[in-house]
């Protein structure tokens, strides 16, 4: 073999031994800390797709992974309002006045969540547990009064796509709410 053959080789055994060896492949302590959520998978699959998630350092601590896990559910939140804004509020298809108000009261909530995360990030950051809890607690009614409100026309709504996407917002806000628990 060549000198080169024989680098590459090595290199590619060197690489796939250490793949194997756990803690200089450590991965962050998402799976751990989202088993301790209520919706695990979702926990887990939030990290997995989302850009910021992606770049947790080995080992991140629970405070780390809920302050990211914020930004991703803003994040989230903001793509539920605009989803709600364009395919719905301001899409083609005529809504009645009743469904237009619940999606106007649903976006408005949405946006209220945001503000309340963030609130909640900032509190966080400062170790102000306190604020940060009454934060997170808004921001999982405001989520919640957006589902009643989507949920007293679910019948007439043209898409339930924007529906599970509130769902799924408030599942989020739920799995953040149990990893705070475990920052204390």
Do not use: W
């Not at 009454?134 to 709504?157: G, P, R, Y």
């Amino acid at each position: 073999m060549s000198p080169i053959a024989n680098n590459v080789a090595f290199v590619l055994s060197l690489f796939i031994c250490l793949s194997f060896f756990p803690s200089l492949n450590a991965a962050p302590d998402i799976s751990k800390t989202c088993e301790q959520t209520k919706h695990k998978e979702l926990c887990i699959s939030s990290f997995k797709e989302s850009y910021i998630g992606r770049y947790l350092p080995d080992k991140a601590k629970p405070d780390l992974i809920a302050s990211i896990l914020i930004k991703i559910v803003v994040n989230n939140a903001s793509d539920v309002s605009r989803n709600l804004k364009t395919t719905v509020l301001e899409g083609p298809v005529p809504l009645t006045p009743d469904v237009r108000a619940k999606y106007g009261i649903c976006d408005h909530e949405v946006v209220s969540a945001m503000k309340e995360l963030d609130k909640a990030r900032t509190a966080m950051e400062s170790r102000n547990h306190k604020s940060e809890k009454f934060n997170m607690e808004a921001a999982v009614a405001n989520v919640e009064n957006c589902e009643k409100e989507l949920k007293q026309v679910e019948s007439q709504l043209p898409d339930k796509k924007q529906f599970d996407e509130v769902i799924m917002l408030k599942n989020l806000l739920e799995n953040i709410e149990d990893i705070l628990k475990t920052v204390k």
